[in-house]
Structure formats: C-alpha cells, structure tokens
C-alpha cells in the first residue's frame, strides 16, 4: 500500500473517532480565539469559542450532540462566571472532561524510556571506566596525570602515576 493511502485511511479512522464535528475549518482554535479578540475588543473563553465553531453561520448549530453541548456551556457560564476563565475546571471542562489523559501518560511513558536511556548510558561509562583502570593496572601502573586529571575532573578519584612531575604526558 501506498504511503499515501495509508494516510487516507488513518485520517478516515480519526474522523469516525471524532464526537463532535466542527464548522471551523483549518484553523487552530488559538488563532481563531486572537482573530475574534481582535475584532469584538474582548477575551473569549475557551467555551465562547467552542460553541462558535459549532454552529453555522445561520446560528444553528451543527447536530444535536454540538447544541447539547453548547447551551450546557452557556448555562454553566450564566451560572457561574469565573468558568470561562482558563482554569481547570472552565466551563468546557466541565461539560466534556479533563482532555487528553492519554496524551500526559504518553509523555509519562516517554521521559521514564529517556530516562532508563540516560541510566542505561551512564552503567556504560561505569563499567568503560573500570576496564581502563583494570587495563591500566594490568600494565603496572597508574593513569597518566592529564588522564588522572581529566577523570578527576568527571568525579571518578583516579590515581596519578609517580611521574607527575615530569612535562612528559602520554597523548591518547
């Protein structure tokens, strides 16, 4: 199958998913909630905006589900002013629920695999700075200073050799 075909129907099975169509077009509901600040002088709360997106030019919203909705939204905005403030309880919360748990368990699952990289890594380092120090006391004797110095430097404690005085320092 093509990519593209496959991205057809990927979209056709997010579309099935959708509860609630909108007459919003492409545009994000950011930019449409500035363009319509800009235009009225006021804040639109984010249940002002969803319930505007739902309707028709004509007033009438788009299926009966989206006017459910919006005059719930309207009532708990009539009711309560303080919901259509940004909060976490606003007005389109409590009509529809707390959004996207599975996108924040998502990011959860996401730092906890980086952070099994970052242990994974770090037991790398560990184990690369014992062989160097096994190795190195293998040839009879201790890291060279500017080595020593440079784990030192990396919190390990490496031992200096007897010529630390000497300007001779071994490249690596």
């Known amino acids: 199958m093509i990519a593209k075909q496959k991205k057809c129907i990927t979209n056709t ?3 099935a998913k959708q509860l609630y169509t909108h007459v919003g077009g492409s545009k994000t509901l950011a930019r ?8 009225h002088g006021r804040s639109f709360s984010r249940g002002e905006m969803w319930t505007m997106v739902h309707k028709r030019r004509d007033g009438s919203y788009i299926n009966q589900d989206a006017q459910a ?3 719930a939204i309207v009532e708990i905005e009539s009711r309560d002013p303080s919901t259509k ?3 976490q309880n606003d007005s389109l919360v409590q009509v529809l629920g707390k959004e996207h748990p599975g ?20 037991k790398k ?8 120090r096994f190795l190195v006391q293998r040839q009879g004797g201790d890291l060279p200073p500017k080595i020593a110095a440079e784990m030192n430097a990396l919190g390990s404690g490496a031992r200096t050799s007897d010529a630390s005085s000497s300007s ?5």
């Open 13 to 15: 099975a997010n579309r």
């Open 32 to 39: 449409r909630t500035e363009e319509e600040e800009k235009r």
């Open 69 to 71: 909705v919006g005059e």
């Open 85 to 87: 403030e940004l909060s």
């Open 103 to 122: 996108l924040i368990h998502e990011y959860q699952k996401q730092i906890a695999a980086l952070e099994a990289r970052a242990s994974v890594a770090e």
């Open 125 to 132: 380092s560990q184990t690369m700075e014992h062989l160097i």
């Open 168 to 172: 001779e320092t071994p490249e690596l």
